[in-house]
């Protein structure tokens, strides 16, 4: 089999796919690529997620959010989706700041709470790894374990 491997497309449950894709058009620069009731698509970049309803899904329960994470090229890049979105409209739970665990990140959320975590991994950049410990033993350790 080849090493090469589908981007994931995750479900998100939602309340209603109509009014969800277009909160994702209109305030997140997804394109709806269709489904109204039931199952529906959008789409950004290489980006897909389906949007499910409870008709779909069969049952009343929502779950919890889901949290997406999306990894950007830059800080500038999160910084400057930060800036698109807040201006669109979105919901934003937290502002763009670069974290102690080396992740320049914001948080966004849709109308049914799902989250995105939108982010740069900047340890790489640092001399030490940000301090990231090598823990390939470990994880050899507990392959063997398990």
Known sequence: MSEQFPSAVPELRVSDVARAAVYYENCLGFRWDWGVEGLGQISRGGCRIFLTDNAFRGDENTGTP???????????EVDELYK?????????????ESKPWNLHEFTAKDLDGNLFRVFYDFAWELSDRGGRKD????????????
């Open 84 to 96: 698109a979105w807040s201006g669109n409209g979105a919901r934003i739970v937290a502002e763009p």
């Open 66 to 76: 889901v949290v997406i994470w999306l990894n950007l090229d830059s800080k500038a």
């Open 135 to 146: 823990d390939a033993a470990e994880r050899d350790d507990a392959r063997t374990r398990i």
